[in-house]
């Protein structure tokens, strides 16, 4: 079992950049792929990145592509989301979720409490 904690999240102006961090409790860490994704009120969940096991690979959803950057340090149990160029459609709760597969199962992933990005234009 995996707990999983997120920071970093914020208020910033468009074009601006924040680092979200997502800490991982457990040995087990670098057994898992790890995602992001994001929240609206009303809207479903949305994928924003994911990063395999060893952090060899790497996916993206299309409207954050050249923007975000996902990446993992398995010594430090934490994955991070790097986001430039923020626009005010990336406002949403942000979620850290760790999964057997790159394919986030989101019905089976473990999940963290979300953290807020509030981007002003």
């Known amino acids: 079992q995996v707990q999983l904690v997120e920071s970093g999240g914020g208020k910033v102006q468009a074009g601006g950049s924040l680092r979200l961090s997502c800490a991982a409790s457990?040995?087990?860490?670098?057994?898992?792929?790890m995602g992001w994704f994001r929240q609206v009120p009303g809207k479903d969940r949305e994928f924003v990145a994911a990063?395999?096991?060893?952090?060899?690979?790497?996916n993206y959803a299309d409207s954050v592509k050249g923007r975000f950057t996902i990446s993992r340090v398995n010594a430090r149990n934490t994955v991070y989301l790097q986001m430039n160029s923020l626009k005010p459609e990336d406002t949403a709760v942000y979620y850290c979720?760790?999964?057997?597969?790159?394919?986030?199962?989101?019905?089976?992933?473990?999940w963290g409490q979300g953290t807020q990005v509030t981007v002003s234009s």
């Open positions: 979720a760790a999964d057997f597969s790159m394919a986030m199962d989101t019905a089976r992933a473990y």
């Open positions: 457990g040995r087990t860490f670098s057994s898992y792929a």
């Open positions: 990063i395999s096991w060893s952090g060899g690979y790497t």
